[in-house]
């Protein structure tokens, strides 16, 4: 790494957050931590003095966002890479989550990631340059029974995302959208991944799906270590991907999911023509 980087990274205190934090100041840059807990990342602030603050954050609080990004401008001067990684598992049928939970998961998931963007923006546009990195899922371009809050929030935050990215290119900002699978984290961890009541007429359909992330704590696949050396020499690097899946299971899911929907347009596509009317221009669109 040749230059320095200020970041930006939620939910530093675990996870992807951490590591990506770990390996940014091993490497020469500043981080902010914007964490619930400062206390939790006490051994980072005493390590790199100079180059990491810690800052009291709620990420599902978007009245937070100025404050977050005046204090990392004040203190460093700068906003080169805004990482909104906090986030948590919602799991349950669509009848069993309440409507204060589905709001919760799309405050955490979409509205802070998008008012922390915002809020930074103007700093990136007057700097020339900067990096927004979301940290999506596999599960926001692939849903299944039993996720459906979750990927409610990671599908909005990726469309959201990829719309802002065309509009930001002109001014030197990148988008990437990061999609792990299941990787070595706290994500599946008792009292972190959120189960709503069950209801009885979905008890033997989700069984296998709770079972399967209530178990997966410990074992998952993924190195964040390893992710987050990818992602800081991304951010370092010339060009970023609109769209980093994670892992060989996001890669093969992924894949799936993309040729699944590939073979259903082409099977329904001259019923779908059908539905214009008959001798019209074909619209010239810019995108």
Request: glycine letters at 12%; hydrophobic letters at 45%; proline letters at 5%.
């Amino acid at each position: 790494m040749t230059t320095s980087l200020t970041w930006i990274v939620t939910g530093a205190s675990r996870g992807f957050g951490r590591a990506i934090a770990e390996v940014a100041l091993a490497g020469g840059d500043t981080v902010v931590a914007a964490v619930r807990r400062p206390e939790a990342v006490a051994d980072l602030a005493g390590a790199y003095p100079d180059r990491f603050v810690a800052t009291a954050f709620d990420a599902g609080d978007p009245a937070r966002a100025q404050g977050l990004i005046d204090g990392c401008v004040d203190r460093f001067g700068r906003v080169d890479v805004l990482v909104n990684n906090a986030g948590r598992g919602y799991i349950g049928a669509a009848e069993e989550v309440s409507d204060a939970e589905l709001r919760e998961s799309l405050d955490l998931h979409l509205f802070g990631p998008a008012a922390l963007v915002r809020t930074a923006l103007p700093v990136m546009r007057a700097q020339g340059r900067g990096t927004i990195v979301q940290m999506s899922s596999q599960g926001g371009r692939v849903s299944f029974p039993g996720v459906g809050t979750y990927s409610a929030g990671k599908f909005a935050l990726e469309g959201w995302s990829e719309a802002l990215a065309g509009e930001v290119a002109p001014f030197g900002v990148r988008v990437m959208i990061v999609e792990p699978s299941r990787f070595r984290t706290s994500f599946n961890a008792p009292g972190v991944l959120h189960f709503a009541d069950t209801r009885s007429a979905y008890a033997d359909i989700l069984a296998a799906v709770r079972a399967d992330l209530a178990g997966a704590d410990g074992i998952q696949e993924g190195d964040p270590a390893r992710a987050a050396e990818l992602i800081v020499s991304l951010a370092h690097g010339d060009q970023v991907p609109l769209r980093l899946p994670l892992g060989a299971e996001a890669v093969e899911r992924i894949g799936a999911a993309y040729r699944r929907g590939l073979d259903e347009l082409e099977r329904w596509a001259d019923a779908a023509r059908g539905t214009d009317f008959a001798g019209v221009p074909a619209s010239a669109r810019p995108v």
